[in-house]
């Protein structure tokens, strides 16, 4: 799997390595590109999953703000939840395309 935007990959890995949660894939941390996400200082707090941290995506000078995002210490009860650990994985969200 691969999450792209307009030809650059920014992350891929198999898809037995991602965690599919609530609809969107997440990627393992040593699978995503570092150099095209700048932390962003959005807050925000899942209710099951815990504090998010939220990822500019900039791409050939394009700045697409919290267009990524990660779960530095998911709750406990999350990982019952989803059935795994994914701590620091990276989802993607609208312009980043995620397909095979």
């Not at 095209?36 to 000078?61: H, I, M, N, R």
Request: charged share 20%; glycine share 4%; net charge negative.
């Amino acid at each position: 799997m691969k999450a792209h935007i307009n030809g650059t990959v920014i992350a891929e890995a198999a898809q037995e390595d991602l965690v599919k949660i609530e609809g969107n894939w997440y990627f393992p941390p040593s699978s995503v590109k570092s150099e095209f996400l700048q932390k962003s200082p959005t807050p925000y707090t899942c209710p099951w999953k815990g504090e998010c941290q939220y990822f500019s995506v900039v791409v050939d000078g394009q700045s697409l703000q919290d267009r990524a995002w990660s779960y530095p210490n998911p709750y406990p009860t999350a990982f019952e939840r989803v059935g795994t650990d994914f701590s620091d994985y990276v989802a993607f969200w609208k312009e980043v395309q995620v397909s095979e």
